[in-house]
């Protein structure tokens, strides 16, 4: 078996790693009972000689190096397929494909909002991601990320509209899963997992008012539990 490498962001109070995406890659390899070592990274520099966009997860599987989550999930998926991630009914896996990129590009900004936009959170956030990092080397970091939401768009939203905004994204999850286990049917798929590292890593202690949104609606909560159940050793 070639050897599987995860680097990623590094760990906060409860996730393995602070980044959803590096959390998709944790729980597919967990779901195919794939072996890995999780490398921590904190070097721009290192992580830019792994991938030249400078983000991460990225993925070492024998001598390839993957990255971007979806791109590594498809490539586990190709040389470990079962159990799958991608359904095999052709309507079904593009649903699973575009709920995956609605996790990623949207549900996303919500958690990049509360995490870094809203300040008190950000300092507990901070706190955790970048311990022993002097603050105003912190706030430097926060001021590209918001910076960076503004040109996303959700920046530009107040707190409560942002709010606003994820109550109706989560209250949508919830009419989906209402009379589903999970997103495309009754196996895991990538929705789920794409989806559900979103909404996982919003239900923190960190992001109380987040946390308290998605722990109102009980098919979700019903689901992440199913999540857990299926990625767990
Ligand atoms: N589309 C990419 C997104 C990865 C991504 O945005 N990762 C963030 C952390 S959550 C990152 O590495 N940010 C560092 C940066 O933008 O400099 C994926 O699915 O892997």
């Given at each position: 078996m070639d050897k599987i490498t995860l680097y990623q962001w590094p760990a906060i109070t409860g996730l393995e790693s602070a980044s959803p995406f590096c959390m998709k890659i944790h729980w597919a390899l967990a779901y195919k009972r794939l072996v890995f070592d999780p490398?921590?990274?904190?070097?721009r520099a290192a992580v830019i000689a792994l991938n030249p966009r400078a983000k991460l997860p990225?993925?070492?599987y024998g001598d390839n190096i993957i990255s971007d989550s979806t791109d590594i999930i498809r490539f586990i998926e190709e040389r470990h397929p079962e159990p799958r991630?991608?359904?095999?009914?052709?309507?079904?896996?593009?649903?699973?494909?575009?709920?995956?990129?609605?996790?990623?590009?949207?549900?996303y900004w919500h958690l990049v909002y509360e995490r870094w936009q809203i300040e008190d959170q950000y300092d507990e956030y901070a706190a955790q991601l970048f311990p022993g990092v002097p603050r105003q080397v912190q706030r430097q970091f926060r001021e590209s990320v918001v910076q960076g939401l503004y040109g996303q768009g959700f920046g530009r939203m107040t707190v409560e509209q942002h709010r606003a905004k994820l109550g109706e994204a989560l209250d949508a999850l919830d009419a989906t899963l209402a009379d589903a286990q999970f997103l495309c049917g009754n196996e895991l798929s990538?929705?789920?997992?794409?989806?559900?590292?979103?909404?996982?890593g919003l239900d923190l202690p960190?992001?109380?008012?987040?946390?308290?949104?998605?722990r109102k609606r009980a098919n979700v909560m019903r689901w992440l539990a199913r999540i857990a159940k299926a990625v767990s050793a």
């Open positions: 490398v921590t990274m904190a070097d990225a993925l070492k991630l991608y359904p095999t009914d052709p309507a079904a896996r593009a649903r699973a494909i575009i709920l995956e990129d609605w996790g990623d590009e949207s549900l990538v929705a789920d997992i794409g989806v559900g590292a979103e909404i996982h960190l992001t109380p008012a987040a946390s308290a949104e998605v």
